[in-house]
Structures are given as structure tokens and as C-alpha cells.
């Protein structure tokens, strides 16, 4: 049974596939039923089945303060990422030599922060800024071409490419963008398996959805920043996915005031670290 | 206004803005589906010519002009049509039948609105919406808001004035001549003593040039213990 | 603690990753009140949490927020009485005892819930742009009396592109508050008790209706993000972004306002019904104009008639000849003394 109001939907928390309660996590998005061992994931009104793995610890010894942090892992699809590029530079190669051979006066005005802005927001339609309007100097600022090519040959020489972004509750949400920069730019070898839930583990706040949204702005901040900064490219580029997301639990071991990625080989600072896994008290 | 239930035909009362009902006779959650054209609302006011007549002095009081007299107070409640300036931002804009001196509100006022039902005007004259504006393209509302409409005389003419119900928002564009502050009575009385002790002192100087200068240094001194204590008594405010 | 903010007119409210604002499910932050699917119980639920247990059936409970507007209210926790106390008060204060209760008569006094949007979310995006930065350079150059020195502004602007996420929240009124003294307020939602609104309350208590709808809003709250994202001090040429768990729904926040007649204006103050506080309030003003002239129309006035007493008269007409040609129209000489004795000592409120 559920409530709706005109305020929030309240539903009795039970696995989807035994029916048992499942435990209160507080603001994570993923409960894992102890009857059945299935995990669930928020998914809007509603609460779906979701994979959640856990990273394998490099060769050696297993430290013993091991610290679990939830990332998404989004694969990018390459030969569709290629495609896409190659057809949104031809256009707009297309539409300079159209606004050349016009001989437009150029624009001396300081542009109107407003006016410039290219909106793309859930909801609402905004046709991207670039190539339809009038720009000072050279009508539209390209990536140097020999860049752009030996750039996305370079990512597809990989076979793989995968964004990471950090789900783990954090004070301040810049860090999701740095971290998850940090650690896909790291490339780690992604050796997975069922995750047990057992050890302490960060909550995952973010869900799969949002995942995707957020990967595509990690994975454009690790364009060089030729290429990341042409607004005419990267507002037209609609990245797809190989594949649904994945959950993966990475370990982490702390070192002072610092945690030490044992996948990724980087540190981050233990402040930026939100909630554990772990029935909270006031329910 | 009343919405029938879709699953058991009762009648439910709704209110302005609402948008999902709890039927009160089957407990069905239920959407309200909007209607098309622009909603019809009455911004309900007890009437009270007094509180109108206050409005008006205190705005004139404010402009620093006459004081009104032989006030007479109309009341009605008058359509506007709620639009949205360039800016997005709402405006409401007087329909035909409005009074003369009524202009467009930047906004209108904020209050407890209810669809449109004559009854809620009780004995109080509405004035009828023209259908033309009714179907004027971009009106997003046609608010029935509460209008007095004051007769009085000031600066030797008679005029006129509005003032909204609920905000008590004045619009007076022809407003009386401004009229010089009058004296206050201690103000006259502290100026009579300064000037018989400022006299008296000047009896110590004996010549033209020392006579002003007493005065200008009793005078000096009188102001700066003046403005000290005005200070003081604002710190402690 | 509630608090409305007074703040310049069009700036929305707090943004930016301020802990408090970050949605942690920190002790004291703001809760909403939900009913127990299990046993109807009602419960308060922090913002953020998806899971909760019910402290009355112990049953464990799935939270969501489903698309769509919601809209919340906070009820008012202070009589009228009080409001009543804390206007006149705080006029008191204002005007340093001068205006007291006695010196006004209340005319209207009345609660009202008053709407704000509010947006929040994660905001993730990119923005570019050009970083200005201005230096002032000195440089010497020949005079006509040797070398002299000429500051002179610089101005150097660097491309920048930054990509962002940060947790937003967003408030604007949803009516005009203009009348009821809150121009430019903004509701700060934390360490709130929230509970669902029915719109049935409204038979019993005074709601403003909001006059702008959720489209302008979140239009405006948009604008507003894009260049709180942005470097201070730079120009931003493009941008694109996406507001993640994106929540906006109407708050009524409860204000008393009270109008009181001092002499024949009257002044309106607003409470916050929530704890007390006044929020805005206009006050009697003193009027200060005159007061140099109390003490220099004596003084020479003294001056004229210890030299010589017909002085004064000379001197009065005077300076009504010298008024009468500047206003360029006569002016009876009884409304001109009256004019003149208002200018010069017509003190008081």
C-alpha cells in the first residue's frame, strides 16, 4: 500500500521478490534484502532490481581497514562517439564557410551573459548557442582537426572507455566531477565481483539515471582543453552509452585525514566522504 | 466552485490553484484537469470606507500636500486582466468599464482569491466584464479585485483617488499643491528662548564686532550639546 | 530558526555549497511530515532521506518525491498577541521611546501564508568564458614640468572552461509581496518543520494565492544558476546545464501584518509567525531638517535687534521680497510667515 498526498509517496519498504523488510538506510538509494540477498535501487516512485559488484583488491595482501566507495561505471560507445563527432564537425565546418563567404560585419558588442546562454535543462528546449549567431573575429572557434582526430584515436585505441562517477553522499558536490575526473582518468582494470555488502561501505546517493547525466560532464572535462572548450562541439555532442551502468564498490584504505584509492593509486581527503552503510538511529 | 467526481459524482468544493482533490465522498485521489481560457477569480474584502479614507490621507500626508476634505467613498469590485509584461513579469491591466483614473498594477495584490461567484461580492456593485476582454489574447486571469473610489476636495478643487482593497495601494495622479511643514509649538517656544538668551549674552559684548561674536560662539555651543544629545539618545534607540 | 531574508530586490536566495544547503541529513535540518503507509501515523522525515521507520508500528518505509509540484506549509507558532508585542516593541526601539502603543491605534492586524518557490537540486554543467582580470599599471611620462606619474587600468582576460556541481537552492516569491513589506525577501527553508498542504486549510486560514506559475519560476531560477556557476569578475560566453533530482514546490511561510495609524499616516510592520521576529517595519521618521536653523535664526535674529531693533522687521522684509521673486508668484504675506516659521522649525514625526 502506498500513501500519495500532495506531498511525498510513502511505500511499505519490502523486497520486490520475498516481500521481507528491508533495512533503513537513511538517504542511500540501494537496499540489499537479508532474506533473499537481492538488491534493490530507487528509481523514482518506485524501487528496482540493481547489480551492485565490488572491485577486486590488487595482487598482495589485503589491508585490513578497507573503506568501500560506490561508483557508477558508464562505457562510453566509441565507434558511436566517432560517428557523431565526425558528422557534428562537418556541419559546422559547413555552416563557417556559409557565414564567411557572407562577409558578416563582425559583432564588436560585449555579448550578453544572458543571451549567450546555452540552456539545456530537463524540461525546457534551448536551442544551443555557436553557429547561429553572429561571433567577433572567426564565426565559429573550431579544435584544431589533427587534435580532434589523434584524440578520439586515442580513446578508441583503448577498446573501452568508461566514466566513472563517484555516488558516494558527499558535504560538497564538486568533488563528485573531480574525483570521478581523477579516477577516469586513471583507466583502473575493472576485475569485479557480487558484492557481499559486508566491510564498511559509503552509501550510494545517486541513482542510475543522474549517473549518466554526470558522466557526460566528467568525461568532456577530460577532453584537452582545445577540444573541451569549443562550445559549438561539446553542446551537440549527445554521448551514448554501450551499456547500462554498473555499480561497483571500490576499496579504499585510509590514511590519516586522507583515503588511498587501492584500484586507482590516487588519494583524496577523507572530509569529502559522506554517510556509511548502516541502519540509522533516529528511524 | 464546484467539480463532480468522476468515479462517484459527488460534488467537491475547489479552490483557486489547486490541483489534485481528496473526493469527500469516495476518498478517490483525483487530478483537476485545467480548463481552457483564463480563470476567473474575486479577491473577497470586507469594506471599510474608513480604513479607504486613512489611505488616502496618509498618501497625501507622505506627498507632503493638503490635507483632503469632504471625502466621499464609492466601492466596487473591478475586473482586471492578468498578463505578463515583457519581462515575465504579472501585470494587471484594468478592463473597459474600469474608473477613468485606473491604470495598470505592476502586480496585483496578493490575498485569498476564489473563483468568481457574485455571492462572495455580497451587496457590493461589481462592475460586468466586457466578453471582448474576456477573450483578449495572453490573459492568464481575470481577477474581480476590490476598488474604492474617493471624491474629495484639497488645494481648492475637487478630485479624485483609488485605492485597492486588501494592499490599500493608492493611485492619486492629480494630487494637491504641496504645503509647507507647519511650525510645531515647542520648536516655536525653543526658538523664542534661544532668541531672548542669545540677547542677553549679546549684552556682554560691547561693540558690533564682539556682539556677534558672543552670539556666534553661545550660538555654536548651544548647537554642539544639541547634536550631542540627539546622538546620544539615538544610540540608545 | 526561520528566517526570511531581506536582501536586494531580484537576488533569489542561497545557493552554493554551503554545508547546511548541501542536503546532508545533518541534525536540524529541515523536515517534512508524511504519514506512515503502515498505521497512517504521521511522521517528520529529513530532507535527502529515502528510508525511514516508523516510531509508532516500527514498519520500515520507502520515501520518494514524484514529479511534480508539491507544496508545503509551515504553521504559525506565534499568537497574535505576541506579534502584537513585538511590533510595537520594535517600533519603540526605532524611534527611541519616542512613539510608544499609546501614541498609535492598530487598524488591522491579520495572519497570512505566503508563497515562495523553491528549486533545489544538483546542479551539474559547464560554463565558458573570459576571466577578466584588472590591474592598475603606473607608468612615467614627460610633463611640462618634468616627469609625472599616470595610473592607467589594464585589462587582461584569459578563456576559461570550468565544469561544475554543486548542490542548489533556490527561492522566489510567488506573489507580489510589495504591499506586504517583503520586496526582495527569500526563504531560507532549513531547521524548518514542514507538513503537507490541503488546500481544505484554506476555509480556515488566509493564504496568498501565487500569481507566478512554476514555468517562470524555474525560467528564472535557471537564469539565476547559470551565473551563480560562473567566476566572479568574468564574462560568460556560453554555457549548458542540468539540474539533477530537480524539486520545486511551493512553501507557505505565515507573516503577521499589522497596520497602526501614527498622526495621519499609516505605517505597516511584518512579523514572522514562526518566531517573533520583525521583518520589516516602517517607522515614524523624525524629521531632523530645521535643526541648524533653530539656533541661526535666533542667533541673528539677537544680533539684528541688540544692534538696532527696526532691524529685524528690515531684515524679515527682505528676505520676503527675496522668496517672492524666486517662487516668481505672489504670496500672501500671513501664509508666507507661516511658511517660513514651518521651514525653519517645523521639527517633530
Request: hydrophobic share 45%.
Amino acid at each position: 500500500m502506498s500513501m500519495k498526498t500532495d506531498g511525498l509517496t510513502v511505500q511499505r519498504l519490502q523486497c520486490q521478490h520475498c516481500g521481507a523488510e528491508l533495512p533503513v538506510m537513511g538517504r542511500s538509494i540501494v537496499f540489499r534484502c537479508a532474506a533473499c540477498r537481492r538488491l534493490w535501487a530507487a528509481s523514482g516512485e518506485h524501487l528496482g532490481p540493481v547489480r551492485v559488484d565490488r572491485a577486486v583488491i590488487p595482487s598482495g595482501p589485503a589491508p585490513g581497514d578497507i573503506l568501500h566507495l560506490p561508483f557508477w561505471v558508464a562505457e562510453i560507445d566509441l565507434p558511436r562517439l566517432e560517428s557523431d563527432v565526425s558528422k557534428i564537425m562537418n556541419s559546422l565546418r559547413h555552416t563557417q564557410v556559409r557565414l564567411a563567404e557572407a562577409a558578416l560585419v563582425p559583432d564588436d558588442r560585449e555579448p550578453d551573459p544572458l543571451t549567450e546562454l546555452g540552456l539545456n535543462l530537463i524540461g525546457i528546449e534551448t536551442p544551443p548557442s555557436g553557429a547561429q549567431r553572429i561571433v567577433p573575429g572567426a564565426a565559429i572557434a573550431l579544435p584544431p582537426s589533427a587534435e580532434l582526430d589523434f584524440f578520439l584515436r586515442t580513446i578508441a585505441d583503448q577498446g573501452i572507455f568508461r566514466v566513472f562517477v563517484p555516488a558516494f553522499d558527499s558535504p560538497g558536490e564538486q568533488v563528485r566531477l573531480s574525483v570521478g575526473r581523477l579516477m577516469t582518468h586513471r583507466r583502473p582494470e575493472l576485475r569485479t565481483a557480487p558484492s557481499d555488502g559486508a566491510g564498511r561501505t559509503a552509501v550510494p546517493v545517486i541513482q542510475a539515471a543522474e549517473a549518466l547525466i554526470l558522466a557526460r560532464y566528467i568525461f568532456f572535462s577530460t577532453f584537452p582543453a582545445s577540444i573541451g572548450s569549443c562550445a559549438a562541439l561539446i553542446d551537440r555532442l549527445e554521448v551514448q552509452y554501450a551499456a547500462e551502468p554498473l555499480l561497483v564498490e571500490f576499496p579504499f584504505v585510509p590514511h590519516g585525514g586522507e583515503v588511498e584509492s587501492l584500484v586507482g593509486g590516487f588519494h583524496i581527503p577523507a572530509r569529502t566522504i559522506g554517510a556509511l552503510a548502516e541502519e540509522t538511529a533516529s528511524s | 466552485m464546484r467539480v463532480s467526481c468522476s468515479l462517484c459524482g459527488g460534488e467537491n468544493e475547489i479552490l483557486p490553484g489547486q490541483k489534485m482533490l481528496f473526493c469527500s465522498f469516495c476518498g478517490s485521489a483525483l487530478a483537476i484537469e485545467e480548463r481552457a481560457g483564463p480563470e476567473h477569480l474575486i479577491l473577497p474584502h470586507q469594506r471599510n470606507d474608513r480604513l479607504a479614507a486613512d489611505a488616502l490621507r496618509s498618501h497625501l500626508s507622505i506627498a507632503g500636500t493638503a490635507a483632503p476634505r469632504d471625502i466621499r467613498v464609492e466601492f466596487s469590485y473591478v475586473p482586471f486582466l492578468l498578463v505578463e509584461n515583457e519581462k515575465g513579469d504579472p501585470v494587471a491591466c484594468p478592463c473597459r468599464g474600469a474608473p477613468r483614473e485606473t491604470g495598470p498594477i505592476p502586480a496585483p495584490p496578493a490575498g485569498d482569491y476564489r473563483f468568481f461567484d457574485g455571492s462572495l461580492a455580497g451587496d457590493e456593485k461589481i462592475v460586468p466584464l466586457d466578453p471582448a476582454d474576456a477573450e483578449a489574447p495572453g490573459v492568464l486571469r481575470v481577477l474581480h479585485l476590490p476598488l474604492y473610489r474617493l471624491l474629495y476636495r484639497a488645494g481648492g478643487k475637487k478630485r479624485r483617488a483609488l485605492v485597492m482593497g486588501e494592499s490599500l495601494y493608492v493611485y492619486a495622479d492629480d494630487l494637491p499643491p504641496r504645503r509647507a511643514p507647519a511650525p510645531s509649538a515647542p520648536g516655536l517656544v525653543a526658538a523664542l528662548a534661544l532668541t531672548a538668551a542669545f540677547l542677553l549674552v549679546g549684552r556682554l559684548g560691547h561693540s558690533f564686532a564682539a556682539r556677534g561674536l558672543v552670539i556666534a560662539v553661545a550660538a555654536a555651543a548651544a548647537w554642539a550639546v544639541f547634536a550631542l544629545r540627539s546622538r546620544m539618545v539615538r544610540a540608545d534607540g | 530558526m526561520a528566517e526570511l531574508l531581506q536582501q536586494e530586490p531580484g537576488t533569489p536566495a542561497v545557493a552554493a555549497d554551503d554545508p547546511h544547503q548541501s542536503g546532508e541529513a545533518v541534525s536540524g535540518a529541515e523536515t517534512y511530515g508524511m504519514t506512515c503507509a503502515a498505521c497512517g501515523a504521521s511522521l517528520r522525515i529529513h530532507e535527502g532521506e529515502r528510508s525511514v521507520r516508523c516510531q509508532y508500528c516500527n514498519a520500515a518505509l520507502y520515501v520518494a518525491a514524484p514529479a511534480g509540484v508539491r507544496t508545503w506549509i509551515l504553521r504559525a507558532s506565534v499568537s497574535e498577541g505576541a506579534a502584537r508585542l513585538a511590533a510595537l516593541h520594535h517600533l519603540a526601539e526605532k524611534t527611541g521611546g519616542a512613539v510608544k502603543a499609546r501614541h498609535t491605534s492598530i487598524l488591522d492586524l491579520r495572519l497570512i501564508y505566503v508563497p515562495f518557490w523553491r528549486m533545489s537540486g544538483r546542479l551539474a554543467g559547464r560554463i565558458s568564458g573570459d576571466e577578466v582580470i584588472r590591474r592598475v599599471v603606473e607608468t612615467t611620462v614627460p610633463g611640462p614640468d618634468g616627469t609625472r606619474v599616470v595610473k592607467r587600468t589594464e585589462e587582461e582576460r584569459s578563456p576559461f572552461t570550468k565544469y561544475v556541481c554543486k548542490r542548489i537552492d533556490w527561492s522566489t516569491p510567488a506573489c507580489a509581496l510589495r504591499y506586504l513589506g517583503l520586496q526582495g525577501i527569500a526563504l531560507r527553508t532549513r531547521m524548518l518543520a514542514w507538513d503537507v498542504f490541503d488546500h481544505g486549510m484554506r476555509e480556515t486560514i488566509h493564504t496568498a494565492l501565487p500569481m507566478k506559475t512554476a514555468e517562470r519560476a524555474r525560467e528564472d531560477g535557471y537564469r539565476y544558476l547559470a551565473t551563480l556557476a560562473a567566476p566572479s569578475g568574468s564574462i560568460v560566453r556560453s554555457s549548458r546545464f542540468d539540474l539533477l533530482g530537480e524539486d520545486l514546490s511551493i512553501y507557505y511561510f505565515p507573516v503577521y501584518i499589522l497596520r497602526y495609524r501614527h498622526g495621519d499616516r499609516i505605517y505597516s510592520t511584518t512579523i514572522d509567525a514562526s518566531d517573533g521576529h520583525v521583518i520589516r517595519a516602517d517607522v515614524p521618521e523624525r524629521r531632523e531638517r530645521g535643526s541648524r536653523a533653530l539656533f541661526i535664526v535666533p542667533a541673528v535674529t539677537a544680533f539684528l535687534a541688540g544692534t538696532w531693533l527696526p532691524l529685524v522687521p528690515i531684515a524679515a522684509a527682505a528676505l520676503y521680497i527675496y522668496d517672492v521673486v524666486r517662487a516668481g508668484a505672489p504670496v500672501m504675506p500671513h501664509r508666507w510667515i507661516v511658511a517660513r516659521l514651518g521651514a525653519w522649525f517645523g521639527g517633530g514625526r
